[in-house]
Structure formats: structure tokens, C-alpha cells
């Protein structure tokens, strides 16, 4: 088992070394090894053979080489300033000449020491040879488990393709909300809404408008307010809003699960209601049936959320009574209505582009053949259309759930449903930039998670992806 776990880690440090950025990564996670391990190294390789080889060829080149390389180069740069009409003194020729033979004879010295090592059956180790041998040996990763626990953990996920492929992913969307947050932040830096002069009033007086940039740090080079934005993030540490004095981060933490709910249940109402209308429309297409899901598809795609629950409103609350109009944390049915207007155009675009890819994927050459080899219809539906014709419903999946965080403001506000969606929308003209700023961030962060799920998705759907992650 540990001669197992040591060739494990050799292949990987060789594949990963061969690479710049995470030869970068190996070095940084392993930096104390490292350090401990050169020293053992540079002392090993004061080796009596290889210096006194390399002294024998320093003699025998010293005797003829510099000589004759010294006039060699002497040579072609008299000739070269002849032909330019250089004017240069004999002087500096012959020292460049001196510094070109100097350094062809160390290039010499090296490549001739090393031709006689190998003839002897000797060579010189590089640092990364010189590793990689020590990771052969059981006690070796023993005695350094401790120092370079951060590297092994790095080697293991690069030796598991789906390991190293999700971490890439995970990287990825690291630099993402990072990203996200400078952008936000500056464009509310730079907005022409002033939030002292909108929260104090227009008879607010400059000493007021100062201490309240001082308190909340507004009057900070721009600089410095992104890097205590970023860090106040990265800790969930966010500090209190302009308005109100609240703390942003539990403001958050009580709104985004509502809205997080609401937008997972239409998620599964449409995948529950989409794919099998999806499904029948592919295997009956032009019938009746397909051209009636297809026309309330396109009607679901047509009407817009807030007019759509205004009239759900109207109906199931105000004439039948059957609902509540607005939504009441704890009680189920408030909820229905909401879910519904929020996945009604969800679940018209995953019933299109289930049907459309399932279709393209039914007229595909291993499919026929398939059907050629005596597969009945439902086998070959089942067994090979419709997982891969899921690949592209699993990216309208993730890019619409996207959407549907960042634009459930609209549903929020018809139903007085208290998410992060009317949250952002009612801080947004102060403005507030803890509170906008954490609920734009915190929602790409959730969006950046649901992306690495649908990847994860590809690589069990896909084995061209799978295929892929090996070879890198």
C-alpha cells in the first residue's frame, strides 16, 4: 500500500512539475519541506566525482578552447563592424570577444562534464529528480507527512482527475467573486447618488454629512474601502447598513434562505413538469399534443411575472380564496403562488430545449444503429437519447436559476415577500453599498455553486468530458 501511495505521488509530482502554475502551488504548499530538502540536497551535490570531472575538463579546454574561441570571436566582430562601418576600438572588440569566448566555455565545460558522467554511468541530479526519488521511499513520506501535509493533500486531488477537475472549478469561482465584488462595489464607488446627503435629508449640514462618512467610512481612499469590502465578505463580516443601523450580514442570513427556497421549489417543479412534457413532445412531434405543450410553453415564456401574479392574486386569493395573497413565513400555501409565477417561464424553457435536443438526438447515426441492432423504442429512449440530450436542459437549468436569484425581486415585491431580491431592490437608491454589495456577492456566490453542481452533472453525463479530465 505505501509503495502504492509513493509511486502515486512521484507520477503526480512529475505531471504537475511540468507545469508552471502548479509547480508554483507545489512549491508554496510544500515551502518548509521544500526548504529542509534543498539543504540535504545542495550538500549531496558536492559530489568529489562530479568536481573533479569538471575540473579535468576545465584543463583540457583551458589548454586550446579559450584560445581559439577567443579568436574566433575576435574574428566576427571585426568583420561584422567592417561590413556595418561600426567604428569600434580594438579594445572593446577584444572584450566582448572575451566575454562571448567565456561564456561558450563554461556551456562547454558543462555539457562535456556531463557526457563524461554518463559514460561513466553517473549523472547530475536536478532538485526535482532529487525529490522525486525521495518520494519512492515509505520512511521518507513518514518522517515529512507533517511539514508537507499541505502538498501531499495537493498531490492527492491532482491524481484523481474528478478531485483536480472540481478544484479547478472551485479556483475558478473563487477569482468569479472576486471579481463580482470589485465590480459591484465601484460601480456603487462611483454612483451619483450621495448616501449621506439621502439618509440625513437636504437640511443636513457638511459637519453631519463629515462625521457620517467618517463613521462609515466613506471619506477612505477608494482603495482602502474595497479592501475592507473584500475582507468583511470573506469573514461575513459586513458591518451595519447606512439606513437603520442593522447588521447586513444577519439581514442576509434571514433573507436569502427565503428567496433561496422559493427559487429551488420552481426549480423542481419545472424539472418534474418540463422533462416529461419535453419527452412526449420529442417522441410525438407535429401531433396535437406536441403543438398544445409547445403553445403553452411559448405563453408561458410570453407573460411576464409581476402581471402574471397580479392576476393569480386576483383569482386563487381575492375571488376563490383558495390562497393567501401575500406570503407568511411558515405557512406552505402562501408559498404555492409565489413558486409558481417564479417557475412558469422556467418550465416553458426547459420543455422547449428538451424537445428540440431530444429530437436533434433521435436522428443521430448511434441511435439508428442502435434501433438497427433490435432495440426497441422505449430501450433506446431511456438507455441513450435522453441523457445526453439532458446535457444542454441541465446548462438552461443552471443559467435560468442564476437568473431567477438575481430577478425574483419583481415576484418578491407582487407577493411582500421579504427575500434578497427586495432587500437589494429597496437599498439600492441610498445607496446602501454593505447591504447591496453583500447581497449581490453572497448570491454569486450561491450561483457559482450551483455552476460547479451542473459541471460535476456534465462529467456523469458526458464521458467526452470524462475522457477529457484524464487528460489533463
Known amino acids: 500500500m505505501k509503495l502504492g501511495i509513493s509511486a502515486m505521488l512521484k507520477r503526480t509530482f512529475q505531471e504537475a512539475h511540468g507545469r508552471a502554475f502548479y509547480r508554483f502551488l507545489l512549491y508554496v504548499t510544500g515551502l518548509p519541506l521544500h526548504l529542509l530538502v534543498f539543504l540535504f540536497y545542495v550538500m549531496k551535490r558536492k559530489d568529489p566525482t562530479y568536481e573533479a570531472t569538471m575540473a579535468d575538463v576545465q584543463r583540457e579546454l583551458s589548454e586550446t578552447g579559450r584560445e581559439k574561441w577567443l579568436a574566433q570571436y575576435e574574428d566576427q566582430l571585426l568583420r561584422k563592424a567592417a561590413f556595418f562601418k561600426e567604428t569600434k576600438s580594438r579594445e572593446e572588440i577584444h572584450r566582448q570577444a572575451e566575454q562571448l569566448a567565456e561564456q561558450r566555455f563554461n556551456e562547454e565545460v558543462a555539457r562535456c562534464t556531463d557526457e563524461k558522467l554518463a559514460q561513466k554511468g553517473l549523472r547530475k541530479e536536478t532538485y526535482a529528480a532529487y525529490f522525486q526519488s525521495l518520494l519512492e521511499r ?89 479592501w475592507n469590502a473584500l475582507i468583511g465578505i470573506a469573514t461575513f463580516d459586513l458591518g451595519t447598513s447606512f439606513a437603520g443601523s442593522e447588521d447586513v450580514a444577519a439581514s442576509i442570513a434571514n433573507k436569502f434562505p427565503i428567496t433561496l427556497t422559493i427559487a429551488i421549489f420552481s426549480v423542481l417543479m419545472a424539472i418534474v413538469i418540463a422533462i ?99 432495440l426497441t423504442k422505449s430501450q433506446m429512449l431511456w438507455k441513450h437519447a435522453v441523457g445526453n440530450a439532458m446535457i444542454p436542459v441541465i446548462t438552461v437549468i443552471g443559467l435560468m436559476f442564476g437568473g431567477m436569484l438575481g430577478g425574483a425581486a419583481v415576484t418578491e415585491k407582487v407577493f411582500n415577500i421579504k427575500g434578497i431580491g427586495s432587500y437589494i431592490v429597496d437599498k439600492q437608491f441610498i445607496p446602501d453599498i454593505p447591504a447591496i454589495l453583500g447581497g449581490v456577492v453572497y448570491i454569486a456566490i450561491t450561483i457559482s455553486i450551483v455552476n460547479l453542481l451542473i459541471d460535476i452533472l456534465y462529467a456523469f453525463l458526458d464521458p467526452r468530458i470524462r475522457s477529457k479530465m484524464k487528460q489533463t
Open 276 to 374: 416529461p412534457v419535453g419527452i412526449l413532445s420529442a417522441t410525438r412531434p407535429n401531433t396535437f399534443l406536441d403543438n398544445a405543450f409547445m403553445f403553452i410553453a411559448l405563453l408561458g415564456l410570453s407573460i411576464p411575472n409581476f402581471w402574471q401574479g397580479l392576476i393569480f392574486i386576483l383569482n386563487f386569493s381575492i375571488k376563490l380564496g383558495w390562497l393567501p395573497a401575500t406570503y407568511h413565513p411558515g405557512n406552505a400555501w402562501s408559498m404555492i403562488m409565489p413558486v409558481v409565477v417564479l417557475g412558469t417561464g422556467l418550465t416553458a424553457s426547459i420543455a422547449r430545449m428538451m424537445r428540440s435536443s431530444l429530437l436533434e438526438i433521435i436522428h443521430e447515426d448511434y441511435i439508428i444503429t442502435a434501433r438497427a441492432k433490435g
Open 138 to 226: 515509505p520512511m521518507f513520506l513518514i518522517a515529512s507527512l507533517v511539514p508537507g501535509i499541505l502538498m501531499y493533500g495537493l498531490l492527492f486531488i491532482m491524481s484523481n482527475p474528478f478531485l483536480k477537475y472540481i478544484a479547478e472549478r472551485l479556483v475558478q469561482s473563487v477569482f468569479v467573486i472576486i471579481g463580482v465584488g470589485i465590480l459591484v462595489f465601484t460601480i456603487l464607488y462611483i454612483s451619483p447618488f450621495d448616501p449621506a446627503s439621502n439618509i440625513l435629508g437636504e437640511s443636513a449640514t457638511e459637519e453631519q454629512i463629515a462625521t457620517f462618512n467618517r463613521i462609515h467610512g466613506l471619506d477612505l481612499p477608494y482603495l482602502q474601502q474595497l
